[in-house]
């Protein structure tokens, strides 16, 4: 044993060994801390440039996230390849890892790029009342994988971005006013201009219903058992409903005091004498 150490030259194997690889430990870590820093940092800056340039927050956030993410990968692997470690084969392990995970998640990927264009097109905003993918309903959150509504009876729902994306995308809550449609039918032995009258009287007295556009009362259709008569009144949008349901209901009780008729479907069948 003591022949081993006589033998062991301690300050050729520090200048050897033990320096080298302490200086290349130091330098890693100098390299993983000052680099962690710098990725902090500038992904910071990328999400201040980012709001400031208006974009969501939510997309601020992601970018901003996979920013750091990606410089901390490369900072780690500048601190191995400082130590000695062979980063080539990782970097390709790291590939061949992300095009399996990308593979498989094809669907969120998809689900993820209609998030990012929802975001930035903005073709609805949180508290928006929709119509996508088969589903109605106010926007409660709008997410990078998907978008959550609530239905008018106190439903939560949640769709996929990529549904949304793909389908007709109809928005009730984009513009301030709202065209209101309703159409009512009278006999043809009733008088129109009687009708007209009453139903004008109606939405004049109607404080939500706009004077600009003027409401329009006409003649849509001569039917097989009735004479159809269109009303398109302007509200804003938040009073649209409330006035389409008030409508129906106080045309209908003044035809019933102003003797019009509202005729049930009928047809009349002529048998010739034999």
Do not use: C
């Amino acid at each position: 044993m003591n022949e081993l150490l006589n033998k062991f030259n301690f300050t050729q194997f520090s200048e050897e060994q033990l320096l080298p690889w302490g200086l290349n430990i130091l330098f890693a870590l100098f390299i993983l801390v000052v680099g962690l820093r710098v990725a902090r940092w500038l992904s910071g800056l990328v999400k201040r440039m980012l709001e400031r340039a208006g974009m969501a927050r939510i997309l601020v956030d992601f970018v901003g996230g996979a920013i750091k993410g990606l410089l901390v990968l490369l900072v780690i692997m500048a601190a191995l390849d400082r130590l000695g470690v062979d980063t080539t084969s990782l970097v390709a392990l790291v590939g061949a890892a992300g095009l399996a995970v990308g593979l498989s998640l094809q669907s969120s990927l998809q689900n993820f790029a209609a998030g990012v264009m929802l975001i930035l097109l903005r073709p609805f905003r949180i508290g928006d009342y929709i119509e996508a993918a088969g589903t109605a309903g106010s926007v409660e959150q709008i997410n990078i994988f998907s978008t959550q509504l609530g239905t008018p009876d106190n439903r939560t729902v949640t769709v996929p971005n990529g549904a949304i994306y793909q389908d007709k995308i109809v928005n009730h809550s984009a513009r301030e006013t709202r065209r209101v449609d309703l159409e009512f039918s009278i006999g043809y032995g009733d008088d129109i201009g009687t009708a007209r009258d009453l139903i004008a009287g109606l939405l004049s007295a109607d404080p939500r219903i706009l004077k600009h556009p003027e409401p329009i009362i006409a003649v849509g259709e001569l039917g097989d058992s009735s004479v159809n008569l269109l009303v398109r009144p302007w509200v804003k949008t938040a009073d649209y409903w409330g006035v389409y349901w008030d409508l129906t209901e106080q045309v209908k009780l003044a035809f019933d005091a102003g003797g019009i008729t509202i005729p049930y479907p009928q047809m009349d069948v002529h048998m010739p004498r034999t």
